[in-house]
């Protein structure tokens, strides 16, 4: 069974930074595509940013693009998500999420189907 732990989240200004690390056990995570995703209150989950298994490929939403980096450490079983110039309506849960088989192409691994495991989240408030 996989588990996914984050951490790194908390209370920070807009502007600031912050970098969540999301801890995998249970499955080789060398062939586990690592995807982040976010919910904020009211709000669905939506995808933020994905890499691929051996971190050549990463994608990112609109939102997070210029401002979030993603990354990969196999040897720590670790996944990160660098996150600078942080603004209030990043405020939400942040959800790492593991998958097998997830395609570089199309639009596939911004979707939530695409990842069979998840962490329990972590809390990113960002106030202003």
């Known amino acids: 069974q996989v588990h996914l732990v984050e951490s790194g989240g908390g209370l920070v200004q807009a502007g600031g930074s912050l970098r969540l690390s999301c801890l995998q056990s249970?499955?080789?995570?060398?062939?586990?595509?690592m995807g982040w995703f976010r919910q904020a209150p009211g709000k669905a989950r939506e995808f933020v940013a994905h890499?691929?298994?051996?971190?050549?490929?990463?994608t990112y939403a609109d939102s997070a693009k210029g401002r979030f980096t993603i990354s990969r450490d196999n040897a720590k079983n670790t996944v990160y998500l660098q996150m600078n110039s942080l603004k209030t309506g990043d405020t939400a849960v942040y959800f790492c999420?593991?998958?097998?088989?997830?395609?570089?192409?199309?639009?596939?691994?911004?979707?939530?189907?695409?990842?069979?495991?998840w962490g329990q989240g972590t809390q990113v408030t960002v106030s202003s």
């Open positions: 999420a593991s998958g097998l088989g997830v395609s570089n192409l199309g639009v596939s691994r911004m979707n939530e189907q695409a990842y069979d495991s």
């Open positions: 249970g499955r080789a995570f060398s062939i586990s595509a």
């Open positions: 890499i691929s298994t051996a971190g050549g490929v990463t």
